[in-house]
Nanobody, 130 residues
């Protein structure tokens, strides 16, 4: 059974930093591109960042580009999201996502949705106070 567990969220002041982690069990991740998404209250889930299965290429939403960094540790089956210069607009529940298919492109990861047959964690809450 595939399971994704996020951690590292919390309450932080504007301008602060957090590092999110997502541990994957039940699947070896080195052949899978992966992504982070977020959902703020009253809004749809949106793409935040993706990392290619090969590890070298990444993609970011314009709203987080230059502030967030996605990375992965295949040996530890862990996905990370380093977030800096946080602002109140970053407040949301953050999810990591693992596609059902191997070798997907970054564009395919960005298009993932909760209604697809892919795998999602339960989310970790990030709250940024002004």
């Amino acid at each position: 059974q595939v399971r994704l567990v996020e951690s590292g969220g919390g309450l932080v002041q504007a301008g602060g930093s957090l590092r999110l982690s997502c541990v994957v069990s039940g699947r070896i991740i080195h052949r899978y591109s992966m992504g982070w998404f977020r959902q703020a209250p009253g809004k749809e889930r949106e793409f935040v960042a993706a990392i290619f299965w090969g590890g070298a290429a990444t993609s970011y939403a314009d709203s987080v580009k230059g502030r967030f960094t996605i990375s992965r540790d295949n040996a530890g089956s862990t996905l990370y999201l380093q977030m800096t210069s946080l602002n109140p607009e970053d407040t949301a529940l953050y999810y990591c996502a693992l596609p059902e298919s191997q070798f997907t492109s970054l564009q395919e990861v960005a298009r993932m949705s909760p209604s697809s047959g892919d795998y999602w964690g339960q989310g970790t809450q990030v709250t940024v106070s002004s």
